[in-house]
């Protein structure tokens, strides 16, 4: 099976951004380039671009282009994450909308507008892995 090795979002200014993925999260940035930032939580990496002169690694968006749709953490206490993302930068953006009153991923954007959602492992294992937990 295949494993996720990275995600990679474009942002207008990659060192704020860096700094606030390694302030909020934890993240150790791993590799500088022209092009962005590489940071890891030591098992996925997020590579965090700006291409300059109009290039964009062979697709079509452009050079204005920024963002991703979401990526997910799994965070250790929600709450505890929730003041951290806010205290750097981050603002709350929503729950998915059918499960208002559940427990469910919360949505936030970094303060570039990306959106990213915090999630429990109890939560990541019973919602995403349930078949696997099943199997131990």
Excluded: C
Excluded at 88 to 110: I, W
């Amino acid at each position: 099976m295949a494993k996720l090795r990275h995600i990679a979002i474009t942002v207008p200014d990659p060192e704020a951004a860096a700094t606030f993925y390694e302030s909020t999260f934890g993240l150790e940035r791993v590799y500088k380039s022209n092009f962005g930032v590489l940071m890891s939580d030591g098992t996925v990496s997020l590579a965090i671009l700006r291409f300059p002169n109009n290039e964009t690694a062979g697709d079509e968006r452009g050079k204005d282009f920024f963002g991703l749709h979401h990526m997910g953490f799994v965070v250790d206490d929600i709450e505890a994450a929730r003041k951290k993302i806010e205290s750097n930068g981050g603002r709350y953006h929503m729950k998915v909308p059918s499960r208002q009153h559940s427990d469910t991923e919360e949505k936030f954007r970094d303060p570039n507008g990306v959106v990213f959602d915090i999630v429990t492992e109890e939560y990541a294992n019973k919602t995403w892995y349930p078949k696997a937990k099943q199997a131990d």
